[in-house]
Every structure is written in structure tokens, then in C-alpha cells.
Nanobody, 114 residues
């Protein structure tokens, strides 16, 4: 059974930083590309970044140069380091398997004040 638990969100001022964490279970974590997604109120969920099993990364243009995704296969965790946060980064953030997504977790709320 796939389970994903996100943490690390909070309220931060514009220009600040946060690091989100996600622990995954239910699959052989190291074999899968993992993604971070976000959903702002009234908007569709969007892909923010993903990281392959080999460590190759992809970033949405809106976060490129500010966010860093990394993983620890031994701990079955994926992280999203977010720097230079902007109010438009405000959203609920979720992690999931990039291919064959599992059931979405609760997410973690990030609120960036101007």
C-alpha cells in the first residue's frame, strides 16, 4: 500500500526559505522517479520538480534556479529545498511517484507573505 507523508511547510516571508520532506512507503523507492507537485486554491495541481532514480532532475520554469529537489533512497525520502520564495509559491505541496502516482497524501501548506 502506497503511503506518502509530506512535512516542512509553514508561513514564511517573501525571500525566505523552506525545505519540504516526504517519506514514501509501499514500493521499492529507489527504482522510481519522484515528483513534487503543488496546488494553489482554485487552480489545478502542477508539477514543480522531479528526480529520477539516478538523480537527474527536472524543474518547472517558475521555480528553476530557486528550488532544489534531492532524495535519500536509504531513508525513502525526497526533499524540496525552496529558496527566494515568492507569494506566488503559496500552495499545498505534495510528493508522489512521477509514473504510476499513488494515492495523494495530505500535503503540506506553504504560505509566502509579501
Amino acid at each position: 500500500q502506497v503511503q506518502l507523508v509530506e512535512s516542512g511547510g509553514g508561513l514564511v516571508q517573501a525571500g525566505g526559505s523552506l525545505t519540504l520532506s516526504c517519506v514514501a512507503s509501499g514500493r521499492i523507492f529507489s527504482l522510481y522517479t519522484m515528483g513534487w507537485y503543488r496546488q494553489a486554491p482554485g487552480q489545478q495541481r502542477e508539477l514543480v520538480a522531479h528526480i529520477t532514480s539516478g538523480g537527474n532532475t527536472y524543474y518547472a520554469d517558475s521555480v528553476k534556479g530557486r528550488f532544489t529537489i534531492f532524495r535519500d533512497n536509504a531513508k525513502k525520502m525526497v526533499y524540496l529545498q525552496m529558496n527566494s520564495l515568492k507569494p506566488e509559491d503559496t500552495a499545498a505541496y505534495y510528493c508522489n511517484y512521477y509514473t504510476r502516482p499513488g494515492v495523494w497524501g495530505q500535503g503540506t501548506q506553504v504560505t509566502v507573505s509579501s
